[in-house]
């Protein structure tokens, strides 16, 4: 999977131990700004599939994992728990990627209920930091995409009720 001269390389780093003191944050932040991108081309302005949250975590296990494990090494992989902060991550990334799209999520209901049930699951995932945000995503969407002048009573109207529906 790696080259070997990158083999080489990250075997130095973690025998000086820069892996897992020096060079961890910048380590995260670059699997953190890949994953975004990664779920980003896999989950956007998909809706009605189901199983996409699975195809995240599928991706996730069968590419990051092995990759960071290469890198870090197994004991530091171990040691400060890769496995869990990659599922986290990767949970994260999908909430974000929906957040954008929610508005697009209640007014496409009941043709987006996989993508609601699949980012309900990857908000538990999370641990439900995310209900605040999601909530102020969702609140500035209404403003600028429903509550201006010109829209109509009953798209208004639709829109609440797809929402009740939704939560």
């Not at 949250?53 to 290469?70: F, G």
Request: charge should be negative.
């Amino acid at each position: 999977m790696l080259l070997e001269e990158e083999e080489q390389l990250y075997r130095s780093l973690t025998f000086l131990g820069w892996v897992s003191t020096h060079l961890r944050r910048p380590f995260q932040e670059a699997l953190h700004s890949v994953t975004m991108r990664a779920i980003e081309g896999l989950v956007a302005g998909n809706f009605e599939d189901e199983g996409i949250l699975d195809r995240v975590l599928q991706w996730k296990n069968s590419l990051l994992v092995p990759w960071a494990y290469s890198v870090v090494g197994s004991d530091a992989f171990v040691q400060d728990q890769w496995e869990a902060q990659l599922e986290y991550a990767a949970s994260e990334c999908f909430v974000h990627v929906r957040m954008k799209e929610l508005f697009d999520l209640v007014t496409e209901y009941p043709d987006s209920l996989p993508a609601v049930r699949e980012l309900s699951v990857a908000l538990d995932r999370t641990g439900r930091l995310w209900y605040q945000a999601l909530a102020t995503e969702w609140r500035n969407a209404l403003m600028a995409r429903l509550l201006h002048p010109g829209a109509e009573t009953s798209q208004i109207i639709e829109v609440y009720i797809n929402t009740i529906k939704v939560l």
